[in-house]
């Protein structure tokens, strides 16, 4: 008797391995239960039609091994499944070049890099660098055109106090940073600059809501707000022109963080939801005399303005300007086909604008204005 049972549970927990492997095949096919997409940048290897050259080469096996390991039946599930397994067992991200911090907030590692110096590229850069922006500066200038740089915050510059002792032990001892040369050599040029990295940090003591989320990159959508409404005040400085007002309608604070302040979670693909801090939604207006004639106002910038592109800033507060995204693409409206920045003429183009800016986090600082200054330097250089 006694072996005829643990006949049957050898052959009970044979069948069970059995079905637990046949289960991922079965979801291939026949999708009986939806499954959840995985998050960010996901290149997926492409199906490779039969050859005899490529099975004699062996690169026909290979890429369609690669396209099935990404086909079977709940692999987003089962990638989730190591991400969290990884996230809590060892309190390390899966996603690249993400950084788990104390008290589990979360970076990227450009950020932390930025905020210690480890990306600083030097005076003698800066200093060439800040020569040729001084000089297009003043050549725009000459056609009507105001050029500015816009620094906006950084999560490893504003969240200093949370990142990992192992990455501050690799800070830049003399405490050099792209960040503050560029400012030194700016006063020292009179370049034109507005310094959203020093606001944010001076208000972070009294600010109402977070101005960074716990797991997201970017300002948060409160801290945008604030940085929407100083820019669009300050762009009425430098032209001495009207511009649109925005009115706070209200603010709601929400403990589940929207898309915007989570975005380094959701690119974490974990099984479930980090815990974060309540953060606060704007909910806003603008008014404007149509009557008046706008600022046609262009972006050179990061990831930082998407925000208020999506918003319809561009289309709707800055007379129809530009985004040009790291300087390779032009996006004149988000339901357009961006251009490449390499297909115009970068010196007549700049000069239509009323006013450009150069809008760069501090992470974006080592490679700063995206090769815009150097295109447009040698365009002045070839007249």
């Known amino acids: 008797m006694k072996e005829k049972i643990i006949q049957i549970t050898k052959y009970a927990l044979f069948i069970g391995i059995v079905l637990m492997l046949c289960v991922p095949a079965l979801q291939q096919y026949f999708k009986f239960r939806e499954e959840r997409p995985l998050n960010g940048a996901i290149t997926e290897p492409q199906f490779t039609p039969f050859s005899w050259d490529g099975w004699h080469s062996g690169d026909f096996q290979k890429t369609n091994a690669a396209y099935l390991n990404t086909k079977f039946g709940f692999r987003s599930e089962f990638i989730r499944l190591n991400n969290e397994r990884h996230y809590w067992l060892f ?15 979360l970076y990227e590692e ?21 020569e040729k922006l ?31 002792e192992k990455w501050k032990n690799q800070f830049n001892k003399q405490n050099r940073t792209n960040y503050k040369n560029y400012r030194k050599a700016f006063d020292r040029k009179g370049i034109n600059y507005i310094d959203f990295n020093a606001w944010f940090l001076e208000m972070k003591a009294t600010t109402p809501y977070p101005l960074f989320g716990k797991a997201g990159i970017h300002w948060s959508k409160y801290g945008e707000f604030l940085a929407a409404d100083s820019l669009l005040q300050k762009i009425g400085e430098i032209r001495n ?9 209200q603010i709601t604070k929400e403990e ?17 939801e980090l815990p974060t801090f309540p953060m606060g939604y704007p909910q806003f207006h603008w008014d404007w005399d149509t009557s008046q ?17 999506n918003y319809g800033f561009s289309r709707d507060l800055f007379g129809d300007g530009e985004f040009w995204y790291y300087n390779k693409l032009i996006y004149p409206d ?8 390499s297909t115009i ?16 986090t501090d992470a974006n600082l080592y490679k700063f204005a995206f090769g815009f200054i150097e295109e447009l330097y040698e365009a002045y250089l070839d007249e």
Do not use: H
Not at 241 to 249: F, I, N
């Open 293 to 309: 004639k706008q600022q046609i106002v262009t972006f050179i910038a990061d990831s930082y303005f998407w925000g208020m592109f």
């Open 91 to 105: 309190n390390r991200a899966k996603a690249n070049e993400v950084v788990v911090g104390k008290e589990s907030y």
């Open 110 to 130: 450009n950020y932390i890099k930025a905020a210690g110096g480890i990306d600083f590229i030097g005076e003698n850069a800066i200093e060439e660098k800040s």
């Open 334 to 341: 988000s339901y357009i086909t961006p251009l490449e920045v």
């Open 256 to 272: 589940k963080n929207r898309s915007g302040d989570y975005d380094i979670g959701e690119g974490m693909n974990l099984l479930f």
């Open 345 to 360: 003429n970068i010196k007549e183009k700049a000069e239509e604008n009323d006013a450009i800016i150069l809008l760069s």
């Open 134 to 164: 001084k000089f297009i500066q003043e050549r725009l200038k000459e056609k009507g055109t105001d050029l500015y740089v816009l620094f906006a915050p950084g999560k490893g510059s504003y969240c200093n106090e949370y990142i990992p």
């Open 241 to 249: 022109a009207p511009m649109p007002d925005l009115v706070l309608d």
